[in-house]
């Protein structure tokens, strides 16, 4: 399966970015999707995952409600509606299609990601 990630750019503090992940071509409706980031000099991280159907859905603490997962499966995508970003949560963000989980190991496909950078 190959995904693309989309939707990233430059916003100020405060602002908002709504982040795709699409498999064109190809249904990924019996995966879990997944987001991670990757900051300058760190590892990555898991950020939210949603199930196969969306019915179940996981983030990460540092998250504090602030970004949405969902998924259209009739469209083959998955989004990751972020608001009130901050300057740390500049990073490139990946998309990952596997098992419902916040491992990076439980995924065996990957995007290779989209800029998310925020300025103070």
């Known amino acids: 399966v190959q995904l693309q990630a989309s939707g990233g750019g430059l916003v100020q503090t405060g602002g908002s970015l709504n982040l795709s992940c699409a498999a064109p071509?190809?249904?990924?409706?019996?995966?879990?999707v997944g987001w991670f980031r990757q900051a300058p000099g760190k590892d990555r991280e898991f950020v939210a995952t949603?199930?196969?159907?969306?019915?179940?859905?996981l983030s990460a603490d540092f998250v504090e409600g602030r970004f949405t997962i969902s998924r259209d499966n009739a469209r083959n995508t998955v989004y990751l509606q972020m608001n009130s970003l901050k300057p740390e949560d500049t990073a490139l963000y990946y998309c990952a299609a596997g098992g419902f989980s916040s491992i990076q190991a439980r995924y065996s496909y990957w995007g290779h990601g989209t800029q998310v950078t925020v300025s103070s």
């Open positions: 949603i199930s196969y159907n969306g019915g179940t859905t």
């Open positions: 071509g190809r249904a990924f409706g019996g995966y879990a």
